[in-house]
């Protein structure tokens, strides 16, 4: 009997994971799906957020490290998710490259080294940011029809961008990844233009594929559905075992 493979999830700036990716392990029952919020986040909203890039990455690296240890796993990221799924990688092959993941999903973000995107690296009212992300489906309409949540909304979001923004020297920058790599895009993404994706086949000696979605920014849909598929194929031949435990985000504590 082969070991179920674990996909550890991260969420876009200014999303929760447990929350993004709730439906995903009763659609991928051959697979553990671990959503690991940030802190200050869903299932860890009782912890201190992450004041640098540096301190999030360690964090979950060790957060994940501990989780996946001696065992087959993947990771999927979503925009900000993305880039941090890459810090975290690196970090856990940097000793060890067996340590790293077998599969990386980058989806929806640029890569590595390129620009971030214009708007979201320029000083904009809490205002226009709201309605700049509701504009690329990144909010819920619940969310968007509650004006008191709009404060709490955009300091969250902001911070998380703060957090996205690579730092030159921040992690194990050099550090090659050996498993394959999935680069997932949507076709009328305004913040990732198809040419902004060369960085990503640097990351790994494995394979690189690149996949085009019909959307914008957040092609990948309600609940991120819309990738279940492809994740699902990618992930067969390191998949086996018996049926799913229920999904129990990383970090404990009840849903938010």
């Given amino acids: 009997m082969r070991t179920r493979t674990t996909l550890v999830c991260l969420s ?5 994971a447990s929350r993004v990716y709730e439906r995903w392990a009763a659609a991928m029952p051959e697979v553990e799906v671990v959503p ?5 986040r869903g299932t860890r909203s009782g912890e201190t957020p992450a004041t640098s890039r540096q301190e999030l990455v360690a964090d979950l690296a060790e957060r994940v490290g501990r989780h996946v240890s001696g065992r087959p796993w993947a ?3 979503h925009s900000m998710g993305a880039r941090v799924a890459l810090r975290v990688s690196r970090v856990l092959s940097a000793e060890d490259p067996s340590a790293g993941p077998r599969v ?7 890569g590595p080294g390129a620009r971030p995107p214009r708007g979201l690296d320029a000083e904009v009212t ?3 940011l709201f309605e700049q992300v509701v504009g690329w489906g990144g909010i819920p309409p619940e969310l968007v029809d509650r004006p008191s949540l709009r404060p709490l909304v955009v300091q969250n979001l902001r911070a998380d961008l703060r957090l996205a923004v690579d730092v030159p020297g921040q992690g194990a920058d050099d550090v090659p990844l050996t498993g394959d790599l999935h680069v997932l895009s949507g076709a009328q993404d305004p ?7 060369a960085g990503w086949h640097q990351t790994t000696s494995g394979r690189t594929v690149v996949h085009t979605f019909p959307g914008d920014h957040f092609f990948i849909g309600e609940h991120a559905q819309v990738p ?8 067969r031949s390191l998949s086996g075992g018996p049926a799913p435990r229920p999904l129990v985000p990383l970090g404990g504590g009840a849903r938010t």
């Avoid at 876009?12 to 929760?16: I, S």
């Avoid at 690991?36 to 200050?40: A, I, K, L, N, T």
């Avoid at 990386?104 to 640029?110: D, H, K, M, N, P």
Wanted: proline share 8%; charged share 20%; no cysteine.
């Fill in 36 to 40: 690991v919020d940030y802190p200050g």
């Fill in 75 to 77: 990771v999927f990221g």
């Fill in 12 to 16: 876009y700036a200014g999303g929760t």
């Fill in 104 to 110: 990386l999903f980058a989806s929806g973000s640029r």
């Fill in 228 to 235: 279940i598929p492809l994740v699902r194929e990618s992930l």
């Fill in 126 to 128: 809490d205002d226009e």
């Fill in 191 to 197: 913040l990732v233009p198809a040419g902004h994706l």
